[in-house]
T-cell receptor, first 112, second 112 residues
Framework: GQQVMQIPQYQHVQEGEDFTTYCNSS?????IQWYKQRPGGHPVFLIQ?????EVKKQKRLTFQFGEAKKNSSLHITATQTTDVGTYFC????????????FGQGTILTVHP | DVKVTQSSRYLVKRTGEKVFLECVQD?????MFWYRQDPGLGLRLIYF???????EKGDIPEGYSVSREKKERFSLILESASTNQTSMYLC???????????FGSGTRLTVV
């Protein structure tokens, strides 16, 4: 099935610093989704990107889909302690059933 | 507020027991999914269903089965629980096609 590599695995930042996580695929993706999982919680859907070169913003979060649709990034500007958690990308498995394959996730720690 | 409800937050079972994990969604979603989440391994798809009585194996179906008799309910069955099935189990649902998932709160299963 579809596979995606997510880096880094861990990221420790001071509050106020920026943070970026990346997802890379060897094949062209139809779309990519991003999720956030707070410690002790469950993944929560953030956004879906579909178009080549697409950029979407949600407050301090900026999501990008590469021109070749083989990579994506999530950037957080001026991190806050509320940003802690694991960020996952997820890609469709190529069927119409909506089956997703998740990246390994990036665990973000924010030091106050 | 839309919901995916998993019947138990924590569960402890003995090796060899038959275990039922229940998931109910109130969003009239066609697709339902069972994932397990383990440290370092991310989220791995066990089974999914795209319609009542329809099911497909995911990436790690061995030792599991599922049942979907009604659209809103998707059950995961561990036929004979083993210690290597100790994990966090997450149920999710989505509309037909490629849409964001809504996850339940998860069931942390311990097999002793």
């Amino acid at each position: 099935g579809q596979q995606v590599m997510q880096i880094p695995q861990y990221q420790h930042v001071q509050e106020g610093e920026d943070f970026t996580t990346y997802c890379n695929s060897s094949t062209t993706l139809s779309n990519i989704q991003w999720y956030k999982q707070r410690p002790g919680g469950h993944p929560v859907f953030l956004i879906q990107l579909v178009k080549s070169g697409e950029v979407k913003k949600q407050k301090r979060l900026t999501f990008q889909f590469g021109e070749a649709k083989k990579n994506s990034s999530l950037h957080i500007t001026a991190t806050q302690t509320t940003d802690v958690g694991t960020y996952f990308c997820a890609v469709a498995g190529g069927t119409s059933y909506g089956k997703l394959t998740f990246g390994q996730g990036t665990i973000l720690t924010v030091h106050p | 507020d839309v919901k995916v409800t998993q019947s138990s937050r924590y569960l402890v079972k003995r090796t060899g027991e038959k275990v039922f994990l229940e998931c109910v969604q109130d969003m009239d979603h066609e697709n339902m999914f069972w994932y397990r989440q383990d440290p370092g391994l991310g989220l791995r798809l066990i089974y999914f269903s795209y319609d009542v009585k329809m099911k497909e194996k995911g990436d790690i179906p061995e030792g599991y089965s599922v049942s979907r008799e009604k659209k809103e309910r998707f059950s995961l069955i561990l036929e004979s629980a083993s210690t290597n099935q100790t994990s966090m189990y997450l149920c999710a649902s989505s509309f037909e096609g490629i849409y964001g998932y809504t996850f339940g709160s998860g069931t942390r299963l311990t097999v002793v």
